[in-house]
């Protein structure tokens, strides 16, 4: 038996999944553990409940399946990127991890464009600086907890600590390092020229691995702790969304993922770096050694039906309810009774602001064009295209920069929609499929533990033996055309009333 084992350390928990090497979940566990809010835009969690939660995991796995030790192969850890870990010279953690959703750092990270300079800053790390990348958490202690920063040995990412735990090495690999605002994408090595202009240290940051490399081996102590055999080996491993891209076999030219989450996610494979000068959306490098990926990220994408259901739908919830079927379902079959255009009605997803592709907090969503004649699928079926919409939106993006897709596979809530799917591939103008195994990101390290451990020859060998798709959804040249006028339109709303927004966020 060749078994591998994947480890997903999210925000709301840890996920453990043990696979064999044709990708058949064995057993899988999850532990949860708190987010703290110390003040009004902060996050912050415990790296040591999130070592808890693996171990629990772990041994939970190993005893659901039955598995021996021995025979699990290797390790991989994915995990929520961008998290700050702080260790002393004993490796003991000095203060509770800042996490990527925490808003702290505006002024760290204006600092940081203006001592970099923000062309600099992009053509390096790729990204502008961002309150969610990890060098200004690292820059807000150095100036807040002067006497934490003097202490401060070791900084690593979340799972780079399991990783500690696990195998006593300090050590990053490059698509999680992509997200701390020090790495030089390009390179795939820490950027010297940052870190001396931001005076940190270069000893303080982990050994540089590709996320198939083996970065150490179970120690004793921790094969005590977890239950799992001394010596077996850990791989870099994956942030989230680039573990995710393994898991879905996002490994090649011409295929991307979209995630229709609360928010909409598009990350697509690239095999050139390649950077958008405006922003708009992220680069990273890949898990694949010697690629990269770009992202967008919309914010309301699922939020927008989410809210739609909530506000309008409470005959749905109840009917649903009484049926045992999802309201989605009731929402969606009304909307399918509307035609393409939505009777001439168009939504824009901008409830929260938006990031991907327009970057400005103060957008807010739309109805467009609302008649008498309006039903409620009306409704329904513009909301839905408008999330489509602002997806095809980034996508337009990712080919502006050269990256093609040609192959997009779907996750998320909003992917269990065939009507969406049919939106998302009508628009795409490719064929758009579901994932049998709903395993992302720990499958995705599973993999990469594979290549590391000699099971698979490369990343592509590993994905074409343990991804199995699902459904498929082609696109139609008449539906396409059809959707073009609107989807036209609906870019054009925004810019008309770009300066009115500004406005209506001034107001009290
Ligand atoms: P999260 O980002 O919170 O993990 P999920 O991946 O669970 O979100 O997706 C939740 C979203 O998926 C919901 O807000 C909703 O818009 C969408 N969704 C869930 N089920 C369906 C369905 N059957 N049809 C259409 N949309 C759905």
Same mark, same amino acid.
Not at 41 to 64: I, Y
Not at 205 to 216: F, I, K, P, S
Not at 383 to 396: H, I, K, N
């Given at each position: 038996?060749?078994?591998?084992?994947?480890? &997903?350390?999210?925000?709301?928990? $840890?996920?453990?999944?043990?696979?064999?090497?044709?990708? %058949?979940?064995?057993?899988?566990? $999850?532990?949860?553990?708190?987010?703290?809010?110390?003040?009004?835009?902060?996050?912050?969690?415990? !790296?040591?409940?999130?070592?808890?939660?693996?171990?629990?995991?772990?041994?939970?796995?190993?005893?659901?399946?039955?598995?021996?030790?021995?025979?699990?192969?290797?390790?991989g850890?994915?995990?929520?990127?961008?998290?700050?870990?702080?260790?002393?010279?004993q490796?003991?953690?000095? @203060?509770?991890?800042? /996490?990527?959703?925490?808003? %702290?750092?505006?002024?760290?990270?204006?600092?940081? =464009?203006?001592?970099?300079?923000?062309?600099?800053?992009?053509s390096?790390?790729?990204?502008?600086?961002?309150?969610?990348?990890?060098?200004?958490?690292?820059?807000?202690? *150095?100036?807040?907890?002067?006497?934490?920063?003097?202490?401060?040995?070791?900084?690593?990412?979340?799972?780079?600590?399991?990783?500690?735990?696990?195998?006593?090495?300090?050590?990053?690999?490059?698509? &999680?390092?992509?997200?701390?605002? /020090?790495?030089?994408?390009?390179? *795939?090595?820490?950027?010297?020229?940052?870190?001396?202009?931001?005076?940190?240290d270069?000893?303080?940051?982990?050994?540089?691995?590709?996320?198939?490399?083996?970065?150490?081996?179970?120690t004793?102590?921790?094969?005590?702790?977890?239950?799992l055999?001394?010596? $077996?080996?850990?791989?870099?491993?994956?942030g989230d969304?680039?573990?995710?891209?393994?898991? =879905?076999?996002?490994?090649?030219?011409?295929?991307?993922? =979209?995630?229709?989450?609360?928010?909409?996610?598009?990350?697509?494979?690239?095999?050139?770096?390649?950077?958008d000068?405006?922003?708009?959306?992220?680069?990273?490098?890949?898990?694949? !050694?010697?690629?990269?990926t770009?992202?967008? +990220?919309?914010?309301?994408?699922?939020?927008?039906l989410?809210?739609?259901?909530?506000?309008?739908?409470?005959?749905?919830?109840?009917?649903?309810?009484?049926?045992?079927?999802?309201?989605?379902?009731?929402?969606?079959?009304?909307?399918?009774?509307?035609?393409i255009?939505?009777?001439?009605?168009?939504?824009l997803?901008?409830?929260?602001?938006? @990031?991907s592709?327009?970057?400005?907090?103060?957008? %807010?969503?739309?109805?467009?064009g609302?008649?008498a004649?309006?039903?409620?699928?009306?409704l329904? @079926?513009?909301?839905?295209?408008?999330v489509?919409?602002?997806?095809?939106?980034?996508?337009d993006?990712? *080919?502006?920069?050269?990256?093609?897709?040609?192959?997009?596979?779907?996750?998320?809530?909003?992917g269990?929609?065939?009507?969406?799917?049919?939106?998302?591939?009508d628009?795409?103008?490719?064929?758009?499929?579901?994932?049998?195994?709903?395993?992302?990101?720990? /499958?995705?390290?599973?993999?990469?533990?594979?290549?590391?451990?000699?099971?698979?020859? $490369?990343?592509?060998?590993? +994905?074409?033996?343990?991804?199995?798709?699902?459904?498929?959804?082609?696109? &139609?040249?008449?539906?396409?055309?059809?959707?073009?006028?609107?989807?036209?339109?609906?870019?054009?709303?925004?810019?008309?009333? @770009?300066?009115?927004?500004?406005?209506?966020?001034?107001?009290?």
């Amino acid at each position: 038996m060749e078994l591998l084992l994947g480890i &997903d350390l999210g925000t709301s928990g $840890t996920k453990t999944v043990l696979f064999d090497s044709d990708g %058949r979940r064995l057993a899988s566990h $999850t532990v949860e553990y708190p987010l703290y809010q110390p003040k009004n835009g902060w996050a912050e969690q415990d !790296p040591e409940d999130w070592w808890r939660a693996v171990q629990e995991t772990v041994r939970t796995v190993l005893a659901k399946s039955g598995a021996k030790p021995e025979d699990i192969r290797g390790i991989g850890i994915a995990g929520q990127m961008h998290g700050l870990v702080m260790l002393d010279g004993q490796g003991q953690v000095l @203060r509770k991890a800042i /996490l990527w959703c925490d808003g %702290r750092t505006q002024a760290q990270c204006d600092e940081i =464009t203006r001592t970099v300079g923000r062309e600099k800053l992009l053509s390096i790390t790729a990204n502008p600086a961002l309150t969610g990348f990890t060098a200004g958490k690292i820059l807000w202690v *150095r100036e807040h907890e002067p006497e934490n920063y003097e202490k401060c040995r070791h900084i690593l990412l979340p799972k780079d600590y399991i990783r500690y735990k696990l195998t006593g090495e300090f050590a990053t690999e490059v698509s &999680d390092a992509s997200g701390m605002n /020090l790495l030089d994408v390009p390179k *795939r090595q820490w950027s010297g020229e940052i870190l001396s202009l931001l005076g940190i240290d270069r000893s303080l940051l982990g050994e540089m691995y590709e996320a198939c490399q083996v970065t150490g081996q179970v120690t004793k102590a921790a094969a005590e702790a977890t239950g799992l055999a001394e010596g $077996t080996v850990v791989v870099g491993g994956a942030g989230d969304n680039a573990a995710a891209a393994i898991g =879905t076999g996002v490994v090649e030219e011409g295929k991307a993922f =979209t995630t229709l989450g609360t928010s909409g996610v598009i990350f697509a494979h690239a095999g050139q770096v390649t950077i958008d000068t405006q922003g708009r959306v992220h680069t990273f490098c890949s898990a694949v !050694p010697g690629a990269w990926t770009v992202m967008s +990220c919309t914010l309301s994408a699922g939020l927008s039906l989410q809210w739609f259901r909530n506000q309008f739908c409470p005959a749905e919830r109840e009917t649903a309810a009484a049926l045992g079927v999802d309201p989605y379902e009731l929402m969606t079959a009304e909307a399918e009774k509307s035609p393409i255009g939505a009777n001439r009605l168009i939504y824009l997803p901008y409830l929260m602001g938006e @990031r991907s592709p327009l970057l400005d907090s103060d957008a %807010r969503g739309m109805f467009f064009g609302l008649s008498a004649i309006h039903t409620r699928g009306d409704l329904v @079926r513009a909301v839905l295209e408008g999330v489509a919409y602002s997806q095809r939106q980034c996508l337009d993006v990712f *080919r502006e920069m050269g990256v093609d897709v040609s192959d997009m596979a779907i996750c998320g809530g909003g992917g269990r929609s065939p009507l969406w799917r049919q939106m998302l591939s009508d628009l795409y103008g490719c064929p758009v499929k579901t994932i049998a195994s709903e395993q992302g990101p720990a /499958l995705g390290v599973a993999i990469l533990a594979g290549v590391g451990a000699g099971v698979y020859d $490369t990343v592509a060998q590993g +994905c074409a033996a343990a991804v199995r798709t699902g459904e498929k959804s082609m696109p &139609d040249s008449g539906r396409s055309a059809a959707y073009e006028p609107y989807y036209n339109l609906y870019r054009r709303v925004y810019p008309a009333l @770009r300066e009115q927004f500004g406005t209506l966020a001034s107001l009290e």
